[in-house]
């Protein structure tokens, strides 16, 4: 019971510690600080375009209505209309980072694991952005991510059942910490059947990590940051169970 509740503790403390290995160690931060920077640029952009078109288009459909432009009422409207837009932009700006970001990911968590305590012994397989072992990686982690997202729409579904629920929030906290543990895991071979049996077995860690990590992608634009604390995480997560082996 002891030995549960200190891994509960240390995956829930867990992206406060990657934060901090993050932020000391220069080739994380480089690794880390790329993708957001893409994110937000590409995302400034494609959000200045929808807001204009959005401003336009309710314009001149409230103009076509007969609405007054310089009327207090078009004022109201569109400042609701504005805000709308301002709304969707923080939602949709989880989905534009984590696109940008995944080629990065693989990258990030091999560079953290010889910083982590305890390192995880290195592997045969060197990553470089975009290198053909990267993609092979990459189209493992696509199908992995493609089951985990039927898991987790099926546990969305049976979410609105009275204590079946609880269950499925379990669930969806767990499918977040198998999304992150598996950039360490896919480098090393292991598939979607090795990933779903490494929660079974550090179920209390895993738990800890998916609680947290449920918390930081659940802030906008908050998110994009806590993206490659997230990645180091799951990459420390896989080191440890390595340890207690």
């Known amino acids: 019971m002891i030995k549960a509740i200190n891994s509960f503790l240390f995956g829930l403390t867990l992206p406060l510690r990657a934060a901090k290995l993050i932020c000391t160690h220069r080739t994380l931060l480089v690794w880390s600080a790329i993708p957001v920077l893409l994110s937000v640029t590409v995302h400034s952009y494609l959000f200045l375009q929808l807001q204009q078109l959005a401003q336009k288009w309710l314009t001149g459909t409230l103009t076509h209505w007969g609405m007054d432009p310089s009327g207090w009422s078009m004022s109201i409207i569109l400042f609701l209309g504005k805000l709308f837009v301002m709304l969707a932009g923080i939602l949709s700006f989880s989905i534009v980072a984590s696109t940008i970001a995944s080629p990065f990911n693989d990258v990030l968590a091999e560079k953290s694991e010889a910083l982590i305590a305890p390192p995880l012994p290195p592997t045969s397989t060197k990553i470089q952005l975009f290198s053909g072992a990267q993609l092979k990686i990459l189209t493992i982690d696509i199908t992995k991510s493609i089951v985990a997202a039927g898991m987790g729409l099926f546990a969305l579904a049976v979410s609105w059942i009275p204590l079946i629920n609880l269950v499925a929030a379990v669930a969806l906290m767990l499918l977040i910490c198998f999304q992150f543990t598996s950039y360490p895991q896919t480098r090393r071979g292991l598939g979607l059947i090795a990933g779903l049996r490494f929660l079974k077995q550090h179920f209390s860690a895993c738990l800890g990590f ?25 990459t420390w997560l896989v080191a440890r169970a390595e340890l207690e082996k």
């Open 210 to 234: 998916g609680i947290s990590a449920s918390l930081g992608f659940a802030l906008p634009l908050i998110s994009v940051i806590f993206l490659p604390i997230a990645v180091v995480s799951g």
